[in-house]
């Protein structure tokens, strides 16, 4: 594989800026599909991570690439490495952003970075996301997201680790391809891994549809807003150290020291897939 990192790089600094109003019924589909009780109301704080509803990407169809995303190139780096993935994220909240009122997120290309994991070469790139509202700052976000080779077949999951801790909260996740397609409607997310099983199978050799990394993030926080409701989440970080699949019955736990709260999903097998830490304030 050629990789011009040099080249890459040049995206370094790229800034994107996009102003919106939080319409109320994208944050009211999420929370259907949460099954939530009720759903926020115009005026009303927006859960954290739901601004990942807002500020979507519409590329024309003729400048989407095969894996459904938008082509590379544009605001993203041109990784020639196919496989792309959201690796990890953290989040800062400052202030709950407000639904039903204008808003402006400011997204920053802030590394490129190759590495040399288990899996083969792994590309990370890095984007820094601030989210405003009245010229305050809400919310500061980092993401993370990482290309990988394309594979010659199927290929053994990262090891991962089993989940040692007991969980104080605990929740089943039961994926299947309605909450998938939902999930990618409600962000206009194209990438055929999370709908197209022969996609998700055939070209990039998964064992079936893969669970959307911001989702099971967004599960996690949702469980930890249950357990403890009306407790504001100040940061959180995430990591996804091994898929989850349509085919997977999913636990997500929780449990918490003090103010700090440790989170992941494990498998039936126990294994787990994502880690995050939350902090309440
Ligand atoms: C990424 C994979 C292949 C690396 O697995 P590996 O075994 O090759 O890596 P490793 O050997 O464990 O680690 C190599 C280096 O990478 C780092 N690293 C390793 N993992 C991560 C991570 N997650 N986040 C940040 N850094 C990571 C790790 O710390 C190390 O760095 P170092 O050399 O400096 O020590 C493996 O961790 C994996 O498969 N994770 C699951 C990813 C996943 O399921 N994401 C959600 C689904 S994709 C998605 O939602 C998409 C979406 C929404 O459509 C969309 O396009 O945005």
């Known amino acids: 594989m050629s990789m011009d990192l040099h080249h890459l790089r040049e995206w370094v600094g790229r800034e994107q800026v996009a102003e919106q109003t939080l319409e109320p019924f994208s944050a009211a589909a999420l929370s259907g599909l949460l099954d939530r009780a009720a759903p926020p109301a115009a005026g009303e704080a927006l859960p954290l991570p739901w601004h990942w509803l807002y500020f ?34 953290s989040l800062q909240c400052e202030t709950p952003l407000r639904l039903g009122a204008p808003a402006r997120k400011t997204s920053t290309v802030r590394s490129v970075d190759l590495k040399e994991g288990r899996s083969g070469p792994l590309v990370f790139v890095t984007v820094d996301h601030v989210l405003a509202q009245d010229g305050r700052v809400c919310i500061r976000e980092e993401q993370n997201i990482v290309y990988r080779e394309a594979p010659i077949g199927p290929a053994p999951l990262p090891a991962g680790e089993k989940a040692t801790r007991a969980a104080q909260w605990s929740a089943v996740l039961k994926p299947d391809p309605a909450l998938l397609f939902r999930f990618s409607a409600l962000t206009y997310n194209g990438h055929r891994i999370h709908y197209d099983r022969d996609y998700a199978v055939r070209e990039e050799f998964y064992p079936a549809l893969v669970v959307h990394g911001p989702l099971l993030a967004t599960a996690l926080l949702d469980l930890l807003e249950r357990a403890r409701p009306g407790a504001p989440v100040r940061a959180f970080s995430f990591r996804a150290l091994r898929p989850a699949f349509d085919t997977d019955t999913l636990q997500l736990c929780a449990a918490a020291e003090g103010d700090m709260v440790e989170l992941w999903t494990q498998d039936a097998q126990g294994q787990v897939g994502m880690v995050a830490r939350a902090t309440l304030g």
């Open 56 to 89: 979507l990407e519409t590329p024309a169809r003729a400048a989407t690439g095969v894996d459904g995303h938008p082509q590379r190139g544009g605001f993203l780096p041109p990784v020639p490495l196919p496989r792309r993935m959201w690796a990890a994220g």
